[in-house]
């Protein structure tokens, strides 16, 4: 290199440490300007501090002088200092705060290199190299790691929990949970911890049901199909079902209710079907089986399950209309996403009320069909009670009353089914609703199969105005007491509480606490002064503070940060606000979303995934939302398809307020989430004692990053998550439901995944496991979801261990 060279080599090292001056000054702006906003509403002083450090590092460096590495240097040491004072060793906490002063770190160190005498750079990028080494050590170890950190030891076979359902889980999965008692397991021992690592595709089928240009950002298939004899039962966003060869995947028959794009409500789905065998029916018998399902339009269907042909003898031609004696339906306000469930002869149907949309919408009431007939035996509405049939003639089922949209489960022996309900037509105003919609709101209503009476109820949240319905199906379970095992259920919700109830009666078995919860909000005199806790176990984590606020770097940090002190929180239930923002921590999507629980019933373990991520909200006045054109679903001004994420501008006409939610709590421009990580995890819990057995975060970032473009990093960071397990009695957890596409094999005993496989699109579906000639299948619905952000699929995948021979 010639002298010339060198000299030209010089000046651009100086002017490349120049700008990295530049650089740390203008960051250091940003910090500073932004620390003394934080400091003045009562946040961290430290931005303030850094940005103060960085603009005169930034200085130095652009004199190209040493001292402004030394200040760079200086400061973070100090950051590294705070950092562990404030979040420790934990690795997802100090991301913000020092992965991006550890690059600027690391370029600090190469100007350093450049401005020191040539005979001791050697030293320079010794130091600069171990940096480096250093911190790239670090992550592999720190977010790399797949598993909980320790297991407790898992409990061998001790119970011998009794059945309530007329099918029983085995060769076949009879039911969308498994069976009726939504238990989610499998005696299926062929795949197991030692050879699940060897399943492969055995086939895959495709629906053909993708959105068309109309339905586009609303499908989310959300199915589990059903297994019985030889025949898998399959059902499409758009209610179309599918009948195939379990072994291989052929299509055997296909029903398509044609409903319109117009139908779809905030999601198309359709979670599953259900299957009835008649009674004594005669050899030949059409229909002696049938498959009966809701639709996005309202329809109750039955046909053959051998042929797909209608069945003849339920209601009108096949189907019957449940928006009978419900008044005007706007398309989209009423739906059946979820399966039925049958408890002696009677097919129990609920439905969804689209969210936050007016006051005026279509009741929630419950329906009791006859399973070969077709005709309504009785109705259950909040506000109007049991009743015999529909309302009487002239008159239509109170408006607005709260819905059940999601499963139930049912115990065959006692007569019962277990509703989960949601809230009123509008979730988060709650003026309106009257005595009898509010004892039952966000509670569990066990109602007897033959009448409809209720005969219990059991409630989760008092004047729910955060959306917290319970959109987990119950699940029954017998549960060990001194006096032997009593039949009992165990009952998910949003806000990540797990109960435990006597099935029979409603009675908590274990410990329920009412705790005084925050006051005050638009509607102080409506506010319960306390809420149900559950003493068995609990999802949910310690509530918010600032140094839990999250980013990519210290800026975004910060900005979370600030939002945080401007906002209204004073822990779980702070009451709705419109002055400001208000966290709800757990948001709408759970704790525990409609993917329920999985339940070993030999073990006695219950294996819960879970979301851990806060809404930001704020309750928009009715002239400001006007102005803005909110409008209903079925307007002229608005209510289109798909959009944002649900109530992201919903317009609850009829109330004072529309709602604004930030689900997730996003920040505008990175897309990046608010909270620190993991937004979900996965636990195994004893079923005796309700201790923790292993937890873990559930799905890793390969999808996600800022902006919306995916960092294709296998660190577990725990990702929001739809849809439930499956758990066998070999000990396999099966699971899909992260945002990472992929399918899971996870031990029962350790936590530790066995096995994954990448998905042809999301994972938002619960899998089912079956046997049919000797060989054991595991299928999951690929179909994605539009409010996950996961591909969407048109493809149902089958895998199974290597043909033998």
Known sequence: ??????????????WAVRALGAVLALIGLVLAGGGAWLAAVGGSPYYLLAGAALIGSGVLLWRLSLLGAAVYALTFLATVVWALWEVGLDGWGLIPRLFGPAVLMALVLWAAAGLVAPAR??????????????????????????GPKRAAPLPGPRFAMSEPSLHAAGADWPAYGGTYSARRYSPLSQITPSNVGR???????????????????????ENTPLKVGDTLYVCTPKSIVYALDAATGRQRWRHDPKVPDEWIPYTAACRGVAYYAVPAAAAGQA??????????????????AETGAPCADFGQGGEVDAKAGMGPVTPGLFSINSPPTIVRGTVVVG????????????????????????????????QAGTLPGLPPAGRIFPRGTPNSWTSASGDEALGLVYVPMGNAAVDYWSSKRTPQENAVSSALVALDAGTGEVAWVFQTAHKDVWDYDLGSQATLADYPTPGGLVPALILPSKQGELYVLDRRTGRPLTKVEERPVPQGGVEPSQRSSTQPYSGFHSL???????????????????????????????????PPTTRRRWIEYPGYNGGSDWGGVAVDPVRGVIVANYNDMPNYNRLIPREVADRKGWAPRGDARGGSLGGGAEGAGDPQIGAPYAIQVNAGWRLPFTGLLCKEPPYGGIRAIDLATGRTLWDRPFGTARRNGPFGIPSHLPFHIGTPNNGGAVVTASGVIFISAATD???RAIDLKTGKTL???????????????????GRQYLVIMAGGHHFMETPVSDALVAYALPAKG
């Open 1 to 14: 290199m010639t002298l010339g060279d060198n000299g030209r080599a010089e000046t651009a090292t100086k």
């Open 121 to 146: 750079r050697a030293i320079a990028w010794l130091i600069l190299g171990g940096f480096v080494v250093t911190a790239l050590a670090f992550s592999v170890g720190v977010y790399a790691v797949d």
């Open 199 to 221: 399943l492969e595709r055995a086939w895959v089928f495709h629906t053909n049901d993708l959105p068309s240009a109309q339905a586009k950002g609303t499908y989310g298939a």
């Open 287 to 304: 229909c002696a089986t049938r498959i009966i399902w809701g639709t996005l339009d309202g329809r109750v269907i039955a046909v053959d």
């Open 351 to 382: 439905h969804q009320v689209l969210d936050g949309q007016k006051l005026d919408a279509p009741s929630g009431a419950i329906l009791g069909y006859d399973a070969v007939t077709g005709a309504l035996k009785w109705s259950w509405d909040p």
């Open 540 to 574: 949910a984590k310690p509530r918010l503070t600032e140094a839990d606020m999250w980013g990519m770097s210290p800026i975004d940090q910060m900005a979370c940060r600030i939002q945080y002190r401007l906002a209204e929180y004073r822990g779980p239930y702070t």
């Open 741 to 743: 596409d992929l399918i």
């Open 755 to 773: 096995w994954k496989a990448k998905l042809p699109g999301g994972g938002q579906a619960t899998p089912m496991t079956y046997e049919i000639g």
